[in-house]
């Protein structure tokens, strides 16, 4: 069974950049999250889909972050404009729904210069 | 605010001890409790899951669950440097809806010396 893909795996823009991810689920899991990791910290979810529909967001700093999963598999997370703060891997998970066990993509690491 | 506390680490054991690891959670009601491995510059890797009180175990590893005290502790039986790794406490509760969240630990660091 193939894992959780994402891409770009490395990015490095720079200050008021904009700069999009992508992410590909396990096939037919309905529940996908993207992650935010700051490095020497755990994971923090920043939103949740469950198929097409957001769940939980209410850590995505909207002013600049956006997401979106139309078709309910692929999802993709904006930044617009990016700041220094936003340096970090994110990581997109997903799960057959909330209640099972949540499985990681390899992550992306994005560098704010 | 819902919180995962665990010791930042490092700590280090000599190869073939036991490492035991710990966390402690603020939300009494949370249902379901994991360790995800992170090895440096990798993503989490699920190794456990535990959902009622009391011990489980995979292989080498031991889970232990007490709700009671709000604690989750991870062992690991004769530790090989390959074990070398940040283990990242996950736990899931309620979140409003019919939505359950998970919240992670910092992560606690280890080092298994040969």
């Known amino acids: 069974e193939a894992g959780v893909a994402q891409s770009p795996r490395y990015k490095i823009i720079e200050k008021r950049q904009s700069v999009a991810f992508w992410c590909n689920p396990i096939s037919g899991h309905a529940t996908l999250y993207w992650y935010q990791q700051i490095l020497g910290q755990g994971p923090k979810l920043l939103i949740q889909f469950q198929n097409n529909g957001v769940v939980d967001d209410s850590q995505l700093p909207k002013d600049r972050f956006s997401a979106e999963r139309l078709k309910g598999v692929d999802s993709t997370l904006k930044i617009q404009p990016a700041k220094l703060e936003d340096s970090a891997v994110y990581l997109c998970?997903?799960?057959?729904?909330?209640?099972?066990?949540?499985?990681f993509g390899p992550g992306t690491r994005l560098t704010v210069t | 605010q819902k919180e995962v506390e665990q010791n930042s680490g490092p700590l280090s054991v000599p190869e073939g001890a036991i490492a035991s690891l710990n966390c402690t959670y603020s939300d009494r009601g949370s249902q379901s409790f994991f360790w995800y491995r992170q090895y440096s510059g990798k993503s989490p890797e699920l190794i456990m899951s535990i959902y009622s009180n009391g011990d489980k175990e995979d292989g080498r590893f031991t889970a232990q669950l007490n709700k009671a005290s709000q604690y989750v502790s991870l062992l690991i039986r004769d530790s090989q440097p390959s074990d070398s790794a940040t283990y990242l406490c996950a736990v899931k509760g309620f979140s409003g809806g019919s939505n359950y969240k998970l919240t992670f630990g910092k992560g606690t660091l280890l080092t298994v010396n040969p």
């Open positions: 998970a997903s799960s057959l729904s909330h209640l099972y066990e949540q499985y």
